[in-house]
T-cell receptor, first 117, second 116 residues
Framework: DTGVSQDPRHKITKRGQNVTFRCDPI?????LYWYRQTLGQGPEFLTY????????KSRLLSDRFSAERPKGSFSTLEIQRTEQGDSAMYLC???????????????FGSGTRLTVV | AQKITQTQPGMFVQEKEAVTLDCTYD???????LFWYKQPSSGEMIFLIY??????QNATEGRYSLNFQKARKSANLVISASQLGDSAMYFC?????????????FGKGTRLLVKP
């Protein structure tokens, strides 16, 4: 297993366009998380899934954001009508229900860096 | 509300010396977990060390140790014998939520630069 994969690594889009990011978690991990990291800040939690169920959403996740995990494997994060304030690194993480140490094997991907121009 | 504060935006350390990165936290929950992550320029967050609120001993993992002072609500990371590869952003984080389905609250991070 190569860890948590995110695609694309970089995305430049024009304001008002829609973008979609993909995250492939570690295969045996049933929990998947999305975070957003703006310049000079630590990551901020957006949402998480257990299998295909979206169990929690942060207030940061506006109506223009939607996340899915249709078969409990990979997940997509879509941003509609992008704004310049959406420019950030979007990090995905996954963890194991069965528990691997104190962080349950919580593993982050390398992120998708979005630039809205 | 839970909060993590890292007051050092940037730090320099000479190679092979030790460095301490500061972290203070605020929570009203008696049970909590504190983590340190390293973020190199490639972007991924790498887990370094964990301290539980009920742990009596300070956590250690190789060259990393956590100086946990519960009364002061501080959880400073100590890196001994710094290496050039330690140059990165370092984030202190607190676990929010119980059990396996938890999220993190992160501080703003400290950029560490190790000089040869």
């Amino acid at each position: 297993d190569t860890g948590v994969s995110q695609d694309p690594r970089h995305k430049i889009t024009k304001r008002g366009q829609n973008v979609t990011f993909r995250c492939d978690p570690i295969s045996e991990h049933n929990r998947l998380y999305w975070y957003r990291q703006t310049l000079g800040q630590g990551p901020e939690f957006l949402t998480y899934f257990q299998n295909e169920a979206q169990l929690e959403k942060s207030r940061l996740l506006s109506d223009r954001f939607s996340a899915e995990r249709p078969k409990g494997s990979f997940s997509t994060l879509e941003i509609q009508r992008t704004e310049q304030g959406d420019s950030a690194m979007y990090l995905c993480a996954s963890s194991s229900f069965s528990g691997q140490g104190v962080n349950y094997g919580y593993t982050f991907g390398s992120g998708t860096r979005l630039t809205v121009v | 509300a839970q909060k993590i504060t890292q007051t050092q935006p940037g730090m320099f350390v000479q190679e092979k010396e030790a460095v301490t990165l500061d972290c203070t936290y605020d929570t009203s929950d008696p049970s909590y977990g504190l983590f340190w992550y390293k973020q190199p320029s490639s972007g991924e967050m790498i887990f370094l060390i964990y301290q539980g609120s009920y742990d009596q001993q300070n956590a250690t993992e190789g060259r990393y140790s956590l100086n946990f002072q519960k009364a002061r609500k501080s959880a400073n990371l100590v890196i001994s014998a710094s290496q050039l590869g330690d140059s990165a952003m370092y984030f202190c984080a607190m676990r929010e939520g119980e059990g396996q389905g938890f999220s993190f609250i992160f501080g703003k991070g400290t950029r560490l630069l190790v000089k040869p």
